[in-house]
């Protein structure tokens, strides 16, 4: 299970995973005892981000210093996950 929950004196947001998936996850915000979905599966955010990379390659091939964060992101989950 993957979940966030933020409360606040004007209300609380809540994000969720769906079924245990790695992919899938629903967004939600608190009012009172109301309940707003924000976004719920399925969501195409693969494409999205293979677009977005599409892109910025588009306008500059040059190396994005910003990449070097990706390895350190996989360090962290790594280390979650204890390997």
């Given at each position: 299970?993957?979940?966030?929950?933020?409360?606040?004196?004007?209300?609380?947001?809540?994000?969720?995973?769906?079924?245990?998936?790695?992919?899938?996850?629903?967004?939600?915000?608190?009012?009172?005892?109301h309940?707003?979905?924000?976004?719920?599966?399925?969501?195409a955010?693969?494409?999205?981000?293979?677009?977005?990379?599409?892109?910025?390659?588009?306008?500059?091939?040059?190396?994005?210093p910003?990449?070097?964060?990706?390895?350190?992101?996989?360090?962290?989950?790594?280390?979650?996950?204890?390997?």
């Amino acid at each position: 299970m993957i979940e966030a929950a933020f409360c606040g004196t004007r209300g609380g947001a809540a994000l969720r995973n769906v079924a245990g998936s790695f992919y899938d996850f629903t967004a939600q915000h608190f009012t009172g005892t109301h309940a707003t979905t924000l976004t719920a599966p399925p969501d195409a955010w693969g494409a999205r981000s293979a677009a977005v990379w599409a892109e910025q390659l588009a306008a500059s091939p040059a190396f994005d210093p910003a990449a070097t964060l990706f390895a350190r992101s996989a360090e962290v989950l790594d280390r979650i996950y204890g390997r």
